[in-house]
T-cell receptor
Framework: DTGVSQDPRHKITKRGQNVTFRCDPISEHNRLYWYRQTLGQGPEFLTY????????KSRLLSDRFSAERPKGSFSTLEIQRTEQGDSAMYLC??????????????FGPGTRLTVL | DAKTTQPPSMDCAEGRAANLPCNHSTISGNEYVYWYRQIHSQGPQYIIH???NNETNEMASLIITEDRKSSTLILPHATLRDTAVYYC???????????FGTGTQLKVEL
């Protein structure tokens, strides 16, 4: 299997601009997760999908954030009107239900966002 | 999910075993202990998980105490490439969100 891939790996934007990140999960993984990680902290859960349904969203996911997984395969995370506090590493993970490894999540390399 | 407690940092000589402890005194019966690690600027990497029994795979061994209140991740022959932040996480079998703490920064030195 190829691993989870994320694009772009790095994004620099100006405050107020919109940005969109893409995540391609491991093939046949039906669950997809988004996390955010700021410097010196562990990753924090944002949201997850099972197939195309978004089943849970964290309170961290303000109304400027929206995530989609329209065909149950890749997912996008959009941040509107970016703020300097949005600067972080955005991590995607995927898992497959119904396997011996339960819902073990496998992570991508992340997208590092810098808001100037 | 139960809170876990880990030492903030540890050092290990290359070629020696690295033993990383984790306390999870409030863990419930259906919560698994997961270990991930994160090498600088990369995404977290799954290492191993267990419920009650000790587990071993090609990367590490996981020793869980009989009362399940603590566990130890063992890297049998640490190398410089094992330098990373190691996270211990308690998660129910159907759990959906990994709750990462600040982990243990393991530094492997010559």
């Amino acid at each position: 299997d190829t691993g989870v891939s994320q694009d772009p790996r790095h994004k620099i934007t100006k405050r107020g601009q919109n940005v969109t990140f893409r995540c391609d999960p491991i093939s046949e993984h039906n669950r997809l997760y988004w996390y955010r990680q700021t410097l010196g902290q562990g990753p924090e859960f944002l949201t997850y999908f099972q197939n195309e349904a978004q089943l849970e969203k964290s309170r961290l996911l303000s109304d400027r954030f929206s995530a989609e997984r329209p065909k149950g395969s890749f997912s996008t995370l959009e941040i509107q009107r970016t703020e300097q506090g949005d600067s972080a590493m955005y991590l995607c993970a995927s898992s497959k239900t119904g396997t011996r490894k339960l819902h073990t999540q496998y992570f991508g390399p992340g997208t590092r966002l810098t808001v100037l | 999910d139960a809170k876990t407690t880990q030492p903030p940092s540890m050092d290990c000589a290359e070629g020696r075993a690295a033993n990383l402890p984790c306390n999870h005194s409030t863990i419930s019966g259906n919560e698994y202990v997961y270990w991930y690690r994160q090498i600088h600027s990369q995404g977290p990497q799954y290492i191993i998980h267990g419920l009650k029994n000790n587990e071993t795979n090609e990367m590490a061994s996981l020793i869980i105490t009989e009362d399940r209140k603590s566990s130890t991740l063992i890297l049998p022959h640490a190398t410089l490439r094992d330098t990373a932040v190691y996270y211990c996480i308690a998660l129910t079998g159907g759990g959906n969100k990994l709750t990462f703490g600040t982990g243990t920064q393991l530094k492997v030195e010559l």
